[in-house]
């Protein structure tokens, strides 16, 4: 099982970046999944989360502006992020909570995608 994350660049005060969370694998089903972020010399903070059954939740920090979304089809995550602040420089992670199958028995586990640069400054 591995998750993949992508999308994270550049961005100007007050602009947009989307990024992505791709889970791969012999995956059965995921419970939830969750972006974290990591700014230099802070510690890891949860940013958002979404159920299997759509139940979102977020930080008080990105209320309003981030929005979490799944496609399950794709076994994806979503982090649309609008009016960005240089507050929010950060590298981001997503992470999941899932069901795979190994030596054909169902396990679970939770799994870390690899980590996102995400800038914003003029």
């Known amino acids: 099982v591995q998750l993949q994350a992508s999308g994270g660049g550049l961005v100007q005060p007050g602009g947009s970046l989307r990024l992505s969370c791709a889970a791969s694998?012999?995956?059965?089903?995921?419970?939830?999944m969750r972006w974290y972020r990591q700014a230099p010399d802070k510690e890891r903070e949860l940013v958002a989360s979404i159920t299997s059954g759509g139940s979102t939740n977020y930080a008080d920090s990105v209320k309003g502006r981030f929005t979490i979304s799944r496609d399950d089809a794709k076994n994806t995550a979503y982090l649309q992020m609008n009016s960005l602040k240089p507050g929010d420089t950060a590298v981001y992670y997503c992470?999941?909570?899932?069901?795979?199958?190994?030596?054909?028995?169902?396990?679970?586990?939770?799994?870390w995608g690899q980590g996102t640069q995400v800038t914003v400054s003029s």
């Open positions: 992470n999941a909570d899932l069901s795979y199958s190994y030596n054909y028995a169902r396990r679970q586990g939770t799994y």
């Open positions: 694998g012999r995956i059965l089903s995921i419970n939830v």
